[in-house]
Nanobody
Framework: QLVESGGGLVRAGDSLRLSCEASIPAFTDYNIGWFRQTPGKEREFVAGINWNGYHDHYEASVKGRFFISRDNVNYVVYLQMNSLKPDDTAIYYC????????????????WGQGTQVTVSP
């Protein structure tokens, strides 16, 4: 199970930190990613981190603003979001898979329920 938290309503330029608390077995074997979705659009990959935290990858529009990290002791993955823009408004989902390619493609074994992020102008 993956449970997201930390969403909310902020203004453009503000920061938020999302958390994804995991209770899946063998969490430290899983690659974890963040995805987002807005009404009428496909869910899109935002950021991913591999199982040991040594490799990460970002969607182009968030690179340099968003940072993903993980705590393999407490089974938590974070998404630090800086310089937020109205276009970042979406439901953000945490997801996990043992395969990096499947993670980035959105074909994940585990998904959270999502947390709403709203950025006002």
């Amino acid at each position: 199970q993956l449970v997201e938290s930390g969403g909310g309503l902020v203004r453009a330029g503000d920061s938020l930190r999302l958390s994804c608390e995991a209770s899946i077995p063998a969490f430290t074997d899983y690659n974890i990613g963040w995805f987002r979705q807005t009404p009428g659009k496909e869910r899109e990959f935002v950021a991913g981190i591999n199982w040991n935290g040594y490799h990460d990858h970002y969607e182009a529009s968030v690179k340099g603003r968003f940072f993903i990290s993980r705590d393999n002791v407490n089974y938590v993955v974070y998404l630090q979001m800086n310089s937020l823009k109205p276009d970042d408004t979406a439901i953000y989902y945490c997801a996990g898979d043992l395969n990096w390619g499947r993670l980035v493609a959105g074909l994940n074994e585990h998904w959270g329920q999502g947390t709403q992020v709203t950025v006002s102008p």
